[in-house]
């Protein structure tokens, strides 16, 4: 059964830097793309971005330039580095994985527990 | 971008009814890049149905899911008291990659 563990600092002062890593457990790392998602306080989900196995991103041009996603193959890991945070980032942040075939698209089928990042001064 | 519009934003059912959930996209969708995650207070979001109408391991079949294009739907048959929940619809494909609707809420 796959399971992802995820964790980082939970309170940030603003125009600090975001730091949250998702370890993999069980299952295949390569024929995913691993994704991270945030939820601000009660609001809807947000797309952050995602990588694979070797290291090829795709990100929500609205967070492109502060976010930076990252993959440890050796650990079966993956991280997010979000610059320059403000009260706007404080949200519930979550790891998924997703996988995609040829022409198609099997969904975000396993979640981590989420991670609540709070930024204030 | 393609803008993922779901409705209604509140779903007000009791136990045993038909619950029927849209998600208009701005843009055409492929179906086989569609798919509808449930998410309960206090949880991740759990998928639900991917390929527009495909249900994720273990989802009862009292869900579905249909439409094509620009128009989605999920269906609850009868609902029980675990799915009164959040519901997203989610596209995956076009730039962005990934995005999702803004929820609707199924509640008694």
């Known amino acids: 059964q796959v399971q992802l563990q995820q964790w980082g600092a939970g309170l940030l002062k603003p125009s600090e830097t975001l730091s949250l890593t998702c370890a993999v457990y069980g299952g295949s790392f390569s024929d995913y793309y691993w994704n991270w998602i945030r939820q601000p306080p009660g609001k809807g989900l947000e797309w952050i971005g995602e990588i694979n196995h070797s290291g090829s991103t795709n990100y929500n041009p609205s967070l492109k330039s502060r976010a930076t996603i990252s993959v440890d193959t050796s650990k079966n890991q993956f991280s997010l580095k979000l610059s320059s945070v403000t009260a706007a980032d404080t949200a519930l942040y979550y790891c998924?994985?997703?996988?995609?075939?040829?022409?198609?698209?099997?969904?975000?089928?396993?979640w981590g527990h989420g991670t609540t990042v709070t930024v204030s001064s | 971008e393609i803008v993922l519009t779901q409705s209604p934003g509140t779903l007000s059912l009791s136990p045993g009814e038909r619950a029927t959930l849209s998600c208009r996209a701005s843009q055409t969708v492929s179906r086989s890049y569609l798919a509808w995650y449930q998410q309960k207070p206090g949880q991740a979001p759990r998928l639900l149905i991917y390929?527009?109408?495909s249900r994720a391991t273990g989802i009862p079949d009292r869900f579905s899911g249909g439409g094509s294009g620009t128009d989605f739907t999920l269906t609850i048959s009868r609902l029980e008291p675990e799915d009164f929940a959040v519901y997203y619809c989610q596209q995956y494909g076009s730039s962005p990659p990934l995005t999702f609707g803004g929820g609707t809420k199924v509640d008694i």
């Open positions: 390929g527009a109408s």
């Open positions: 998924a994985r997703g996988r995609v075939g040829n022409y198609f698209y099997y969904g975000l089928d396993v």
